[in-house]
């Protein structure tokens, strides 16, 4: 039997197939989540999408095989995007199942679970509950309900695109040309979608230049996931040689979306959280309401100042989408951007789409005559490191030697620490402003720095005399 807590994570569920969960599990996964997500909320349907790898189809059938012998209707979507699965939990007003492991290699696989109206599963909202219902499952058995339940395919991605081009239009912009990698993911679907005429979009005159748009789940080209640097290249060098106006790379399941300028310079993640924020926050002052933002803790500090210094309300939460989410829900917050290239909007259910965020960012620059790079000079007034990661063999020991570096400045009131998401040590309120995070990761012996300087001689001296120190006298992989 497969070892149930191998697979299930904090958020969802991930493993490599066949090796640790294959489609018995999935049946044992299905019924369980018709148990404890659907049925107890009365909506007694679901739908279920799926990336473009090989395992995806039959990982799917079984999971909306014991859904249905639990007495569920479920509604199958088929190929999508991570969004698209949102869009059909959120519009259809049912629970979700997306089959992806997102940017993971080829051999993984995964489910990301969703209450109806996109509201996150998680180990505090159902996940531990379909885990442990799936055990049982797998040991005993699925019982077949009174009634089995029944299984519908329909095609959404028509209704996705005109949802997002309703919420940021595009007609009136001028002429851009737009480099897309999508990295053999889901973006080789949604982007001629969204962005081209093939669901009957008007023609905006975007011309569209595609990178890696066939679908291929053994991702031959490179990695689907743009948080990489390594993964950019292609996109920067195409750019620059089609002379286009900016570049969008996608991960795998096309929930994520990186943009470059028309230099192949990447603009960073917490730039197109203060540009879209500042966007949706002006659209609720001219309908005379607040608007409040939500950032993660280790986004620049640019983007709260911008968004109080425009009037808005920012609030930060520690990393990870379940914290955004609940915080956009408790917020009412129009918006929310995570470090990562993750971005949350209240008229997309709260949830996340890259694809949104990008429409955003073509509108922007469509409606002006700067170029990219000016643009994002604005939203980029500070030198930030990006995230390194340093893999130890003691991250306390490393995580003290930092502190005591630090005693004396701590002691004498210069320098402030925070514990919140890791821990942050700030000599932002004097000169030289900085400020760095160090935050052990939840699954693998990692820790994670982020600084971020007023300029970047003082970025590079905190970044380096940081990560002496975490990796002194250790033998490191970064």
Not at 87 to 97: M, Q, T
Not at 105 to 120: D, L, S, T, V
Not at 425 to 438: E, G, I, K
Request: net charge negative; glycine share 10%; charged share 20%.
């Amino acid at each position: 039997m497969s070892d149930l807590d191998a697979i299930v994570k904090a958020y969802d569920i991930r493993g490599v197939v066949p090796e640790e969960w294959g489609e018995e599990v999935a049946r044992a996964l299905g019924g369980a989540f018709a148990d404890v997500v659907a049925t107890p909320g009365g909506a007694n349907s679901i739908a279920i999408g799926h990336d473009m790898r090989a395992s995806s189809p039959g990982l799917v059938q079984a999971f909306a095989e014991g859904a249905c012998w639990r007495g569920v209707d479920v509604t199958l979507i088929g190929l999508c995007s991570t969004d698209g699965l949102y869009y059909a939990s959120g519009s259809l007003d049912v629970p979700g199942a997306m089959f992806t492991a997102s940017h993971n290699p080829a051999q993984y696989n995964g489910i990301k679970m969703c209450h109806a109206g996109a509201r996150p599963v998680g180990q505090d909202s159902g996940l531990a509950d379909v885990q442990r219902l799936a055990a049982q499952y797998l040991d005993e058995g699925i019982p077949a309900a009174g009634d089995t339940g029944t299984r519908t395919e329909t095609d959404l991605l028509a209704d996705y695109a005109a949802h997002l081009r309703g919420l940021v239009p595009l007609e009136g912009i001028r002429p851009l040309k737009v480099v897309v990698d999508a990295g053999n993911g889901m973006a080789g679907l949604t982007v001629p979608a969204v962005l081209g005429t093939e669901t009957g979009m008007p023609d905006v005159g975007l011309e569209l230049v595609p990178l890696y748009f066939e679908l291929d789940g053994t991702f031959p080209n490179h990695e689907a996931n743009p948080l990489d640097p390594a993964n950019l290249m292609d996109l920067q060098t195409a750019v620059i040689a089609e002379e286009a106006d900016l570049g969008l790379a996608f991960d795998g399941d096309a929930d994520r979306c990186f943009v470059v300028d028309e230099k192949g310079v990447p603009v960073s993640p917490s730039a197109v959280t203060a540009l879209v924020g500042l966007r949706e926050l002006f659209k609720e002052q001219e309908a005379g309401r607040q608007a409040t933002i939500i950032h993660n803790h280790i986004t620049s500090r640019a983007v709260a100042e911008l968004v109080e210094g425009s009037g808005g309300r920012a609030v930060r939460t520690r990393v990870g989408h379940s914290f955004i989410k609940a915080q956009m829900a408790e917020n009412e917050a129009v918006f929310g951007g995570e470090h990562s290239a993750h971005y949350y909007f209240r008229d997309f259910w709260f949830a996340d789409t890259g694809m949104l965020a990008a429409l955003h960012v073509l509108r922007a620059l469509g409606e002006s005559a700067s170029r990219l790079s000016e643009i994002a000079e604005i939203y980029t007034p500070y030198f930030a490191s990006g995230e390194i990661n340093s893999r130890v063999a003691d991250a306390p020991a490393a995580q003290e030697r930092v502190q005591q570096a630090f005693a004396d400045d701590i002691a004498a009131g210069t320098v402030q620490v925070e514990e919140f998401d890791g821990v942050t040590y700030s000599h932002w309120d004097s000169s030289p402003r900085w400020w760095f995070n160090l935050r052990s990761s939840n699954t693998e012996p990692l820790l994670r720095l982020n600084v971020e300087a007023q300029d970047e001689d003082i970025m590079t001296k905190i970044r380096d005399g940081v990560l002496a120190l975490v990796r002194e006298g250790q033998e490191v992989e970064q």
